[in-house]
């Protein structure tokens, strides 16, 4: 594995905070309550009453002489205005573009920062998978139409936080800005520690250099014991992961997913997703899809492991997209977590097997035709790799 990995860290306090109303009010008042510094990661960034509520925290903070750095997905970002950026600018905040997409590029636009942090005097994180757009959260009904979680951290490992940002913040006017130069941290991967309170670590992805965030979720799957509950939006898990899934299943492990229902920004992504329910279903994984919204939120409980963060753990994230999750453990963010997803079981279609074969023929084909075409991407970018 190149790059370096993030210790394990004690005595951090955690929030989960669940869908936008939860979570902007808060991430608001922290800027508005800065001090001394303020960052900002996202990856989609779009016009509306979402992102006028942020933009107009950060200018005053600016104003004040708090100093703002700003890191925005060069694609993600392609519907937050020139308006909204040159107020940004004009009050003094440092607002950089990862990966600006340009035809003589090419290929090197599949880069992207899927990243999602804020933090706030070296003293608050939030991350979480969030974006600043009027899906997650309208100020003026304080409501939210896409489902989504984030979490609130305290404590040492916020500056691993920060080295994460600075690290890539600094590389962002490089050639390759995905692949910075810089190590730090641990040689190898951590063990989990087998118990305790406010433990945390970051784990995060540099496109195909460095992976920790997979090889740590594919570690603590297959020492699973007694449950594994996995949400994601875009089903499209690599192998590793879909094996250790249905061994876990196999060996009597609760395993169930939370995926996304018919409500989706992205069908297609679902339907090549479903050409993986049968081989789960009959190794014994619970497969739920959720109704009332687009289930956004990318979160693993597996026993007492929390993952909560950007990752989707699909093989086109890994590839391509910069990443990051708190991986923690701590029973008062475990027992939240699993609370979150008891409640979003409930208002779950749980799949069968039967109701899987008894589908109709037009599902059958979206189906066949997308999961041949991600099929066709996948090999094409492993001859590639």
Not at 69 to 94: M, N, P, Q, Y
Not at 251 to 265: A, F, S
Request: glycine share 6%; net charge positive.
């Amino acid at each position: 594995m190149r790059g370096a990995i993030f210790p394990w860290r004690e005595e951090n306090q955690f929030n989960l905070l669940i869908d936008g109303p939860a979570f902007f009010p808060r991430m608001i008042a922290a800027i508005e309550g800065a001090q001394q510094q303020i960052e900002l990661e996202l990856y989609l960034v779009e016009a509306g009453a979402c992102a006028e509520a942020i933009v107009q925290a950060l200018v005053s903070a600016a104003s004040r002489g708090v100093i703002v750095r700003c890191l925005f997905d060069g694609f993600g970002s392609a519907a937050f205005t020139i308006g909204l950026r040159k107020r940004l600018t004009d009050s003094g905040v440092i607002l950089r573009f990862y990966n600006r997409v340009h035809w003589r590029r090419g290929f090197r636009n599949l880069y992207r920062d899927h990243r999602k942090l804020l933090l706030v005097d070296k003293e608050l994180a939030v991350v979480g998978g969030t974006g600043v757009t009027d899906e997650f959260w309208r100020p003026d009904l304080n409501s939210s139409e896409w489902h989504e979680v984030m979490v609130e951290i305290r404590g040492p490992l916020v500056i691993d936080w920060q080295a994460l940002f600075d690290r890539q913040f600094h590389a962002n006017p490089r050639r390759r800005a995905w692949r910075p130069a810089e190590n730090f941290g641990l040689p190898r991967l951590p063990k989990a520690p087998v118990g305790g309170d406010g433990l945390g670590r970051v784990a995060y992805a540099d496109s195909r250099q460095h992976r920790d965030i997979v090889q740590s979720l594919v570690r603590a799957l297959n020492t699973s014991k007694t449950r594994i509950w996995l949400a994601t939006p875009y089903f499209l898990p690599t192998w590793k992961v879909r094996r250790a899934l249905r061994r876990a299943a196999s060996r009597g492990v609760d395993v169930r997913l939370l995926l996304t229902g018919p409500r989706t920004d992205h069908p297609s992504v679902r339907y090549a997703g479903h050409r993986y329910y049968p081989r789960l279903l009959r190794a014994g994984v619970k497969i739920f899809e959720y109704q009332p919204c687009f289930l956004h939120l990318k979160m693993v409980l597996i026993d007492d492991w929390v993952s909560v963060g950007s990752c989707n753990f699909d093989h086109w994230n890994l590839r391509f997209n910069l990443e990051a999750n708190l991986e923690a453990i701590d029973p008062a963010l475990t027992l939240a977590v699993a609370s979150s997803f008891e409640q979003d079981f409930t208002v779950s279609n749980l799949v069968s097997l039967d109701d899987w074969k008894a589908r109709p023929l037009w599902r059958r084909v979206q189906q066949r035709v997308w999961g041949w075409v991600d099929r066709l991407v996948v090999n094409a970018l492993d001859r590639r790799g």
